[in-house]
């Protein structure tokens, strides 16, 4: 048996909180707006993807969360993610005789999520920032995590943003190659380490309009989209970069649900309308506002993607304020369980 060679990773998720909703360049994923995210724990939600290279394989094979994908060789995004990736390895071995000529081997890849795949969780970005950066080491490639970003963001755009840990942007560029199109590092997490986010799940059922025919839909139809992209998100951008500079987390709160709003009206101005939040996530949106007014603050902002489900950000200091709240409305579901006790839960809103 000849070598092989193996390399391990975990990505994270990234929730944006101005949001990638449009693509200028279908095929290179080059999008209409630049966005921002934050990167979560990667305790909680992640991509855990291993590879394998071997002269002995005789073609490129994926598992996703134990199936294996069949459907591999017509999935043009991941063709052409590897493709890139085994290109790089192509020219790093043209330039040194010394290296193991393995971009011509096949690999075999298998990927896991802790966290329900296709839910509007953001399960792509982090499963194709782990397939990149997965291979990135297996090939052994000295690229930085802005070069990789750009191979990722052609499997997935939102997952160029999950190569970096904190709060993250994705400049749309101007470029017709997409070489500007790129994520960057806005801030650490360790600027701001008090951030915390909380998901709600409202439904854990994969998505009906994936959310590439979904933003197609909105350019083709949308009559507010014009609007969103030409000036609501631009000046969003930078004002939301600042509220992370300056740590401003009511600002930051204010612009997150805003911005939320705003894609999802977008969406209901889709022709047909797409609807991505459900009842529940209605209920969300109004609690969060009733928590801010009831403690006379802006203490936490809601966020929905291509899906019903909430990701809810928050300083840790205000966490028992919040889960108060959650506790008071979500207590009778099942699998309830939490760090706090009842009568610390009850102290906010029983008196
Ligand atoms: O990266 P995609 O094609 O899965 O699109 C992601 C779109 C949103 O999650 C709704 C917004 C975003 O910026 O992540």
Known sequence: ??????????????????????????????????????????????????????????????????????????????????????????????????????????????????????????????????????????????????????????GSGSACRSLFGGFVAWEMGSLADGSDSKAVEVCPLNHWPEMKACVLVACADKKDVSSTSGMQLTVKTSDLFQKRIDEVVPERFEQMKKSIHDKNFALFAELTMKDSNSFHATCLDSYPPIFYMNDTSKKIVKLVHLINAFYNETIVAYTFDAGPNAVLYYLEQNELKLMSFIYAMFKDLNGWETKYSTEELNKFISN
């Open 1 to 154: 048996m000849s070598s092989t060679y193996t390399a391990s990773i975990t990505a994270p998720v990234n929730i944006a909180t101005l949001k990638y909703w449009g693509k200028r360049d279908t095929s290179l994923n080059l999008p209409t707006n630049s966005s921002i995210s934050v990167t979560l724990d990667q305790a909680d939600l992640k991509t855990t993807t291993s590879a394998m290279a071997s002269a002995d394989f005789t073609k490129d094979r994926l598992w996703l969360n134990g199936e294996e994908d069949l459907q591999l060789s017509q999935s043009k995004r991941l063709t052409q993610v590897l493709s890139s990736l085994k290109e790089k390895r192509r020219l790093r071995e043209a330039k040194d005789e010394s290296l193991e000529k393995i971009s011509s081997w096949f690999v075999h890849i298998v990927s896991v999520n802790n966290f329900p795949t296709a839910a509007g969780l953001a399960s792509s970005a982090a499963g194709f920032a782990a397939l990149v950066v997965c291979i990135a080491k297996l090939f052994e490639l000295d690229d930085d995590m802005t070069e990789l970003s750009k191979i990722a963001r052609q």
